[in-house]
Nanobody
Framework: QVQLAESGGGLVQAGGSLRLSCAAS????????MGWYRQAPGKQREMVAA???????NYADSVKVRFIISRDNVKNTVYLQMNRLKPEDTAVYYC??????????????WGQGTQVTVSS
């Protein structure tokens, strides 16, 4: 099993920045990629950013340029630096750890989520 603990959410004004952290513990050697998803009220959960063990990254079009995902393999922690935040970025942000079998996700582990609220 893998345990993920997010931190760093909060309230920020539009144009501001926040950094989310996700600390992983447990059977982390099985994880092939880490990522961040978000879910706004009344909307489906959507992928925000992901990073593989090799360091390859992927971003949703809505956050490209503004958000940066990174990882510290020594601390087993993934970060999401969020800049130039907009009110539409308001959501609960979830950290996810993915286990792949070939190109298919074989297992996924989720954190409890952290609230990000951007005021206009």
């Amino acid at each position: 099993q893998v345990q993920l603990a997010e931190s760093g959410g909060g309230l920020v004004q539009a144009g501001g920045s926040l950094r989310l952290s996700c600390a992983a513990s447990g059977s982390i050697s099985s994880i092939n990629a880490m990522g961040w998803y978000r879910q706004a009220p009344g909307k489906q959960r959507e992928m925000v950013a992901a990073i593989t063990n090799g360091g390859s990254t992927n971003y949703a079009d809505s956050v490209k340029v503004r958000f940066i995902i990174s990882r510290d393999n020594v601390k087993n922690t993934v970060y999401l630096q969020m800049n130039r935040l907009k009110p539409e970025d308001t959501a609960v942000y979830y950290c996810v750890g993915l286990v792949y079998r070939g190109n298919v996700v074989d297992a996924d582990y989720w954190g409890q989520g952290t609230q990000v609220t951007v005021s206009s």
